[in-house]
Nanobody
């Protein structure tokens, strides 16, 4: 079992930056590919970014490419999402997730999920 706890969300203005963190329990963090997803009110959960076990490979949704950066620190069992140039349309609950498989934009391929952290971007 892996427990995931997100933090770092908040209320910011358009153009600001935020860094989300996802701390995980257990000693096998480096065995999981990690992903970030988000869900806005009335919308389906959507892929944001993912990173491989070693951190050598990343993947991004087109909507966040060049603005968001995913990274991980396997020594700290933590994955991060640096969000720059935030837009009102980035407003959502952000979830981190762990996959025993590989980097994927598909939510169904992730085995463990955090409880989410709210990000609100005002215009």
């Amino acid at each position: 079992q892996v427990q995931l706890v997100e933090s770092g969300g908040g209320l910011v203005q358009a153009g600001d930056s935020l860094r989300l963190s996802c701390a995980t329990s257990g000693r096998t963090f480096s065995s999981y590919a990690m992903g970030w997803f988000r869900q806005a009110p009335g919308k389906e959960r959507e892929f944001v970014a993912a990173i491989s076990r070693s951190g050598g490979r990343t993947s991004y949704a087109d909507s966040v490419e060049d603005r968001f950066t995913i990274s991980r620190d396997n020594a700290k069992n933590t994955v991060y999402l640096q969000m720059n140039s935030l837009k009102p349309e980035d407003t959502a609950v952000y979830y981190c997730a762990a996959s025993t498989l590989y980097v994927s934009p598909l939510a169904r391929q992730y085995d463990y999920w955090g409880q989410g952290t709210q990000v609100t971007v005002s215009s």
